[in-house]
Protein backbone atom coordinates (compact mmCIF):
# COMPACT_ATOMS: atom_id res chain seq x y z
CA UNK A 1 0.00 0.00 0.00
CA UNK A 2 1.47 3.47 -0.58
CA UNK A 3 1.85 5.56 1.66
CA UNK A 4 -0.47 8.45 0.70
CA UNK A 5 -3.24 5.85 1.25
CA UNK A 6 -2.50 5.87 5.02
CA UNK A 7 -5.30 8.17 6.41
CA UNK A 8 -2.47 8.84 9.75
CA UNK A 9 0.23 10.38 6.48
CA UNK A 10 -3.06 12.30 4.70
CA UNK A 11 -3.82 13.94 7.83
CA UNK A 12 -0.44 15.02 8.67
CA UNK A 13 -0.15 16.72 5.31
CA UNK A 14 -3.39 17.73 5.05
CA UNK A 15 -2.75 19.65 7.77
CA UNK A 16 0.67 21.07 6.60
CA UNK A 17 -0.66 22.11 3.63
CA UNK A 18 -3.54 23.93 4.45
CA UNK A 19 -1.00 25.78 7.18
CA UNK A 20 1.18 27.32 4.63
CA UNK A 21 -1.11 27.56 1.24
CA UNK A 22 -3.76 28.75 3.54
CA UNK A 23 -1.62 31.37 4.84
CA UNK A 24 -0.41 32.53 1.69
CA UNK A 25 -4.23 33.34 0.11
CA UNK A 26 -5.27 35.03 3.54
CA UNK A 27 -2.07 37.09 3.10
CA UNK A 28 -3.21 37.98 -0.13
CA UNK A 29 -6.68 38.78 0.23
CA UNK A 30 -5.57 40.81 3.65
CA UNK A 31 -1.86 41.93 3.62
CA UNK A 32 -0.51 43.59 6.36
CA UNK A 33 -2.23 47.44 5.57
CA UNK A 34 -5.65 45.64 5.73
CA UNK A 35 -4.87 44.14 9.00
CA UNK A 36 -7.41 43.74 12.15
CA UNK A 37 -6.94 46.32 14.49
CA UNK A 38 -8.32 47.26 18.19
CA UNK A 39 -6.37 49.33 20.48
CA UNK A 40 -9.75 50.21 22.18
CA UNK A 41 -12.23 48.30 23.36
CA UNK A 42 -16.28 50.01 23.88
CA UNK A 43 -19.41 48.92 25.30
CA UNK A 44 -22.63 49.36 23.99
CA UNK A 45 -22.88 52.64 25.30
CA UNK A 46 -19.40 53.63 23.13
CA UNK A 47 -17.70 53.87 26.54
CA UNK A 48 -14.20 52.86 26.57
CA UNK A 49 -13.61 49.55 28.38
CA UNK A 50 -10.61 47.81 27.50
CA UNK A 51 -7.31 48.90 25.95
CA UNK A 52 -4.50 47.02 24.24
CA UNK A 53 -3.91 43.70 24.80
CA UNK A 54 -7.22 43.06 25.05
CA UNK A 55 -8.43 39.63 26.01
CA UNK A 56 -10.07 37.10 23.20
CA UNK A 57 -13.61 37.54 23.19
CA UNK A 58 -16.20 37.55 20.15
CA UNK A 59 -14.87 40.40 17.76
CA UNK A 60 -11.11 39.22 18.37
CA UNK A 61 -11.15 35.51 18.94
CA UNK A 62 -7.37 35.22 20.10
CA UNK A 63 -7.20 38.90 21.56
CA UNK A 64 -4.72 41.36 20.87
CA UNK A 65 -1.23 41.99 21.19
CA UNK A 66 -0.01 45.09 22.48
CA UNK A 67 -0.45 46.95 19.99
CA UNK A 68 -4.06 46.22 18.90
CA UNK A 69 -3.07 44.10 16.22
CA UNK A 70 -5.27 40.77 15.52
CA UNK A 71 -3.67 37.76 17.10
CA UNK A 72 -5.43 35.30 14.50
CA UNK A 73 -4.42 37.38 11.74
CA UNK A 74 -0.55 37.55 13.13
CA UNK A 75 -0.63 33.62 13.13
CA UNK A 76 -2.59 33.14 9.67
CA UNK A 77 -0.10 35.28 8.61
CA UNK A 78 3.13 34.01 10.00
CA UNK A 79 2.77 30.85 9.06
CA UNK A 80 3.86 31.00 5.63
CA UNK A 81 7.23 32.31 7.04
CA UNK A 82 7.70 30.19 9.64
CA UNK A 83 6.98 26.90 7.26
CA UNK A 84 8.33 28.42 4.37
CA UNK A 85 11.67 28.82 5.80
CA UNK A 86 11.63 25.53 7.89
CA UNK A 87 10.49 23.45 4.59
CA UNK A 88 13.58 25.62 2.56
CA UNK A 89 16.25 24.67 5.91
CA UNK A 90 15.03 21.29 6.42
CA UNK A 91 15.67 20.83 2.45
CA UNK A 92 19.22 21.99 2.81
CA UNK A 93 20.46 20.50 4.89
CA UNK A 94 18.96 17.26 3.61
CA UNK A 95 20.59 18.19 0.26
CA UNK A 96 24.22 19.19 1.24
CA UNK A 97 24.22 16.00 4.32
CA UNK A 98 23.31 13.64 1.94
CA UNK A 99 25.76 14.70 -0.46
CA UNK A 100 28.64 14.90 1.34
CA UNK A 101 27.51 11.78 2.90
CA UNK A 102 27.41 9.82 -0.27
CA UNK A 103 30.91 11.14 -0.75
CA UNK A 104 32.28 10.15 2.52
CA UNK A 105 30.57 6.32 1.94
CA UNK A 106 33.55 6.08 -0.66
CA UNK A 107 36.40 6.87 1.05
CA UNK A 108 38.90 4.17 2.80
CA UNK A 109 36.95 2.72 5.68
CA UNK A 110 39.15 4.05 8.18
CA UNK A 111 38.83 7.30 6.96
CA UNK A 112 35.10 7.05 7.64
CA UNK A 113 35.26 5.93 10.83
CA UNK A 114 37.19 8.67 12.00
CA UNK A 115 35.23 11.50 10.25
CA UNK A 116 32.00 9.47 11.84
CA UNK A 117 33.60 9.84 15.78
CA UNK A 118 35.16 13.46 14.87
CA UNK A 119 31.48 14.67 13.73
CA UNK A 120 29.85 12.28 16.87
CA UNK A 121 29.90 15.24 19.07
CA UNK A 122 27.20 16.93 16.94
CA UNK A 123 25.04 14.62 17.64
CA UNK A 124 25.02 15.88 21.76
CA UNK A 125 25.68 19.41 21.21
CA UNK A 126 22.92 21.72 22.10
CA UNK A 127 22.18 23.03 18.50
CA UNK A 128 19.97 26.12 20.35
CA UNK A 129 22.95 27.16 22.35
CA UNK A 130 25.28 27.12 19.17
CA UNK A 131 22.98 28.69 16.95
CA UNK A 132 22.23 31.86 19.65
CA UNK A 133 26.24 32.00 20.60
CA UNK A 134 26.64 33.08 16.71
CA UNK A 135 23.11 34.58 15.85
CA UNK A 136 22.89 37.27 18.82
CA UNK A 137 25.84 39.43 17.98
CA UNK A 138 24.46 39.46 14.31
CA UNK A 139 20.43 39.72 14.93
CA UNK A 140 20.49 41.73 18.16
CA UNK A 141 23.75 43.64 18.99
CA UNK A 142 25.08 44.62 15.75
CA UNK A 143 21.67 44.82 14.06
CA UNK A 144 21.22 48.11 13.04
CA UNK A 145 24.93 47.86 10.72
CA UNK A 146 22.94 45.03 8.59
CA UNK A 147 20.44 44.91 6.29
CA UNK A 148 17.35 42.72 7.06
CA UNK A 149 18.31 40.48 4.36
CA UNK A 150 22.00 40.02 4.99
CA UNK A 151 20.85 38.79 8.74
CA UNK A 152 18.22 36.70 7.48
CA UNK A 153 20.11 34.94 4.91
CA UNK A 154 23.17 34.39 7.44
CA UNK A 155 20.48 33.05 10.15
CA UNK A 156 19.31 30.62 7.34
CA UNK A 157 22.68 29.81 6.23
CA UNK A 158 23.60 28.74 9.90
CA UNK A 159 20.98 27.07 10.94
CA UNK A 160 21.69 24.97 7.92
CA UNK A 161 25.53 24.26 8.60
CA UNK A 162 25.22 23.59 12.28
CA UNK A 163 22.89 20.20 10.97
CA UNK A 164 24.80 19.14 8.09
CA UNK A 165 27.50 17.26 9.85
CA UNK A 166 24.83 14.85 11.94
CA UNK A 167 22.96 13.82 8.43
CA UNK A 168 26.42 13.54 6.65
CA UNK A 169 27.47 10.92 9.16
CA UNK A 170 23.87 8.92 9.16
CA UNK A 171 23.90 8.80 5.41
CA UNK A 172 27.77 8.12 4.79
CA UNK A 173 27.04 4.87 7.40
CA UNK A 174 24.06 3.77 5.87
CA UNK A 175 25.26 3.85 2.30
CA UNK A 176 28.52 1.96 3.56
CA UNK A 177 26.83 -1.16 5.03
CA UNK A 178 24.18 -1.31 1.81
CA UNK A 179 27.96 -0.90 -0.12
CA UNK A 180 28.51 -4.25 1.80
CA UNK A 181 26.07 -6.55 -0.14
CA UNK A 182 27.20 -9.04 -1.93
CA UNK A 183 25.31 -8.23 -5.00
CA UNK A 184 27.30 -4.94 -5.09
CA UNK A 185 30.44 -7.02 -5.88
CA UNK A 186 28.46 -8.24 -9.20
CA UNK A 187 27.55 -4.89 -10.39
CA UNK A 188 30.97 -3.78 -10.15
CA UNK A 189 32.72 -6.92 -11.74
CA UNK A 190 29.90 -6.19 -14.67
CA UNK A 191 31.37 -2.93 -14.97
CA UNK A 192 29.45 -0.73 -13.00
CA UNK A 193 31.01 2.77 -11.67
CA UNK A 194 30.49 4.10 -8.61
CA UNK A 195 28.24 6.76 -10.14
CA UNK A 196 26.00 4.22 -11.63
CA UNK A 197 25.92 2.22 -8.22
CA UNK A 198 25.19 5.30 -6.17
CA UNK A 199 22.17 6.14 -8.42
CA UNK A 200 20.72 3.20 -9.71
CA UNK A 201 21.02 0.88 -6.00
CA UNK A 202 21.93 3.31 -3.43
CA UNK A 203 19.77 6.00 -4.15
CA UNK A 204 16.73 3.91 -4.37
CA UNK A 205 17.61 2.51 -0.75
CA UNK A 206 18.05 5.46 0.79
CA UNK A 207 15.09 7.30 -0.89
CA UNK A 208 12.45 5.90 2.13
CA UNK A 209 15.07 7.25 4.70
CA UNK A 210 16.15 10.37 3.09
CA UNK A 211 11.54 11.22 3.64
CA UNK A 212 11.72 10.28 7.21
CA UNK A 213 14.87 12.16 7.75
CA UNK A 214 13.42 15.28 5.98
CA UNK A 215 10.27 15.07 7.93
CA UNK A 216 12.49 14.92 11.17
CA UNK A 217 14.15 17.73 10.13
CA UNK A 218 11.29 19.79 9.96
CA UNK A 219 10.50 18.91 13.55
CA UNK A 220 14.19 19.87 14.46
CA UNK A 221 13.78 23.19 12.77
CA UNK A 222 10.49 24.31 14.11
CA UNK A 223 11.87 23.03 17.58
CA UNK A 224 14.77 25.01 17.35
CA UNK A 225 13.17 27.78 15.79
CA UNK A 226 10.62 28.16 18.64
CA UNK A 227 13.94 27.70 21.68
CA UNK A 228 15.52 31.27 19.81
CA UNK A 229 12.76 33.35 19.90
CA UNK A 230 12.10 32.52 23.11
CA UNK A 231 15.92 33.80 23.66
CA UNK A 232 15.07 36.78 21.27
CA UNK A 233 16.50 36.19 18.51
CA UNK A 234 14.53 36.73 15.65
CA UNK A 235 15.27 35.23 12.13
CA UNK A 236 13.30 37.79 10.26
CA UNK A 237 14.89 40.82 11.82
CA UNK A 238 14.28 42.68 15.26
CA UNK A 239 13.36 46.50 15.27
CA UNK A 240 13.52 47.66 19.15
CA UNK A 241 10.70 49.98 20.32
CA UNK A 242 10.49 52.35 23.28
CA UNK A 243 7.36 52.04 25.23
CA UNK A 244 8.32 54.48 28.08
CA UNK A 245 11.29 56.79 27.33
CA UNK A 246 11.40 58.33 30.82
CA UNK A 247 11.86 54.97 32.07
CA UNK A 248 13.67 53.84 28.85
CA UNK A 249 11.97 50.79 28.45
CA UNK A 250 12.99 49.29 25.51
CA UNK A 251 11.32 45.84 24.06
CA UNK A 252 12.35 43.95 20.63
CA UNK A 253 9.98 43.62 17.69
CA UNK A 254 9.90 41.07 15.52
CA UNK A 255 10.09 42.25 11.98
CA UNK A 256 7.76 39.60 10.33
CA UNK A 257 4.74 38.05 11.92
CA UNK A 258 7.08 34.37 12.18
CA UNK A 259 5.96 31.99 15.00
CA UNK A 260 8.71 31.83 17.40
CA UNK A 261 9.29 35.56 16.93
CA UNK A 262 5.90 36.29 18.14
CA UNK A 263 6.79 34.07 21.21
CA UNK A 264 9.89 35.90 22.16
CA UNK A 265 8.95 39.06 21.68
CA UNK A 266 5.82 38.70 23.87
CA UNK A 267 7.43 36.46 26.18
CA UNK A 268 7.81 39.45 29.30
CA UNK A 269 3.73 39.66 29.34
CA UNK A 270 3.44 35.67 29.40
CA UNK A 271 2.08 36.63 33.41
CA UNK A 272 0.01 39.01 32.38
CA UNK A 273 -1.62 38.54 28.89
CA UNK A 274 -0.41 35.15 28.42
CA UNK A 275 -3.33 34.25 25.96
CA UNK A 276 -0.71 36.56 23.41
CA UNK A 277 1.73 33.75 22.97
CA UNK A 278 -1.27 30.69 23.42
CA UNK A 279 -2.06 30.86 19.18
CA UNK A 280 1.72 30.57 18.00
CA UNK A 281 2.19 27.59 20.55
CA UNK A 282 -0.58 26.20 19.59
CA UNK A 283 0.46 26.47 15.56
CA UNK A 284 4.02 24.59 16.53
CA UNK A 285 1.90 22.13 18.60
CA UNK A 286 -0.55 21.23 15.35
CA UNK A 287 2.04 21.24 12.80
CA UNK A 288 4.97 19.33 14.86
CA UNK A 289 1.79 16.78 15.79
CA UNK A 290 1.01 16.56 12.23
CA UNK A 291 4.57 16.07 11.19
CA UNK A 292 4.65 13.08 13.68
CA UNK A 293 1.92 11.45 11.88
CA UNK A 294 3.58 11.74 8.99
CA UNK A 295 6.80 10.16 10.23
CA UNK A 296 4.89 7.35 11.75
CA UNK A 297 3.25 6.67 8.83
CA UNK A 298 6.22 6.30 6.70
CA UNK A 299 7.69 4.22 9.53
CA UNK A 300 5.00 1.93 9.01
CA UNK A 301 5.08 1.48 5.24
CA UNK A 302 9.13 1.14 5.61
CA UNK A 303 9.00 -1.61 8.21
CA UNK A 304 6.11 -3.49 6.50
CA UNK A 305 8.37 -2.93 2.54
CA UNK A 306 11.54 -4.24 4.30
CA UNK A 307 9.57 -7.27 6.31
CA UNK A 308 8.00 -8.50 2.98
CA UNK A 309 11.36 -8.08 1.16
CA UNK A 310 12.76 -10.36 3.91
CA UNK A 311 9.36 -12.59 3.68
CA UNK A 312 10.28 -13.35 -0.28
CA UNK A 313 14.40 -13.46 0.24
CA UNK A 314 13.60 -16.71 2.60
CA UNK A 315 10.58 -18.13 0.59
CA UNK A 316 13.50 -18.01 -2.59
CA UNK A 317 15.99 -19.72 -0.57
CA UNK A 318 13.63 -22.89 0.30
CA UNK A 319 14.94 -25.44 -1.72
CA UNK A 320 12.81 -27.39 -4.33
CA UNK A 321 12.38 -30.77 -3.13
CA UNK A 322 14.07 -33.77 -5.34
CA UNK A 323 11.26 -35.68 -6.52
CA UNK A 324 12.61 -39.58 -5.51
CA UNK A 325 11.98 -42.17 -8.37
CA UNK A 326 9.60 -45.25 -6.44
CA UNK A 327 11.28 -48.74 -7.54
CA UNK A 328 9.85 -51.95 -7.66
CA UNK A 329 11.48 -54.78 -5.38
CA UNK A 330 12.29 -56.28 -9.16
CA UNK A 331 14.17 -53.18 -10.06
CA UNK A 332 15.83 -52.99 -6.96
CA UNK A 333 17.33 -56.09 -6.77
CA UNK A 334 18.67 -55.61 -10.02
CA UNK A 335 20.43 -52.42 -9.04
CA UNK A 336 21.97 -54.36 -6.06
CA UNK A 337 23.37 -56.50 -8.91
CA UNK A 338 24.11 -55.27 -11.66
CA UNK A 339 24.27 -51.01 -10.57
CA UNK A 340 21.82 -49.67 -12.88
CA UNK A 341 17.76 -50.63 -13.22
CA UNK A 342 18.37 -50.95 -17.01
Avoid at 67 to 88: C, E, P, Q
Avoid at 287 to 308: C, D, G, P
Amino acid sequence: MSVWKSPLFLTGFLTIFSLFFGSIIYSHYVPNDKQPVMQIRYDENKNAIDGAPIAPFKDMPFGTDRFGVSILHKVIDGAKYTLGVAFFIAFARLFFGTLLGLIISQLPKFILNTLSKLFESFYYAPATIIAYLLLYPVLQIFTWSLPRDIQTIFAVILLVIIAVPPIMVTVASETSKFLENEFISSVKVLGGSRLHTLRKHVMPHLRPHLSILYSQQLIATLLLGAHLGILQVFIGGTDFITLDPLENNTVPVAMINEWSSMIGANYFQIRGDRWIVFAPLAGFAITILALNFMVEAMKRQYLAKSSYTKRTRKVREVKTPVQVKTLSQEQFDRIMKTGTDN
